[in-house]
């Protein structure tokens, strides 16, 4: 198993040209994890340094060639991902420029981020709660008159939409609802 680095600017290939927006490494805790600059690295062995790795080419694998055995310089800075660079003098220059600026901004993505998956959660848990709830819910005595409006108004307040009520699968609509607030939030 491996672990896999995001990058902002894509890496390129020095063979063919192709842009890498990610690398797989097997340097850190090999728990098919996620990491981005700025990230806490569980599982290294090196603290602050620079470890070096393979950028691998599907472009140059997909063309039938072997992709190059190109360097690529992992930048750990107290055990914090701080860059990824392919040229090794550049990497060393990364290390010695992190400073404390560069750690407030990982830690207020790291925060925004955290903040983000909580809110997610919470809906997504909130509308999977309230479709529990619809379906187990006895039917209550059809009222009439003005109270018996007001209380169905007040009660539409509270459950989820009819769209998705209705809806052949209602957990499938929840599920794309929420993957389409999400996508809105993050763009």
């Not at 990610?22 to 690295?41: A, E, Y």
């Not at 620079?50 to 360097?71: E, F, H, V």
């Not at 499938?172 to 609802?177: D, E, R, V």
Request: aromatic share 8%; charged share 30%; proline share 5%.
């Amino acid at each position: 198993m491996f672990d896999t680095i995001h990058f902002k600017k894509p890496l390129i290939c020095p063979d063919c040209g192709a842009e890498q927006s990610s690398l797989q490494t097997k340097d850190f805790d090999c728990c098919m994890l996620h990491f981005k600059i700025g990230s806490v690295l569980s599982g290294s062995t090196v603290l602050t340094g620079i470890i070096k790795d393979t950028l691998w080419c599907d472009a140059c694998y997909k063309a039938g060639k072997r992709p190059a055995d190109s360097p690529v310089y992992l930048i750990i800075w107290h055990s914090l991902l701080a860059g990824v660079e392919q040229d090794l003098a550049k990497a060393e220059a990364r290390l010695a420029a992190v400073d404390r600026l560069d750690l407030i901004a990982w830690l207020d993505e790291a925060q925004r981020e955290a903040a983000r998956w909580s809110r997610n959660y919470h809906k997504l848990f909130s509308d999977v709660s309230r479709w529990h709830e619809h379906l187990t819910r006895p039917p209550e005595p059809e009222r009439i008159g003005a109270d018996a409006e007001r209380q169905r108004a007040f009660r539409r307040l509270f459950s989820l939409p009819d769209e998705i009520l209705t809806a052949p699968d209602p957990l499938a609509a929840i599920l794309a609802a929420n993957k389409q607030a999400s996508d809105d939030v993050e763009d």
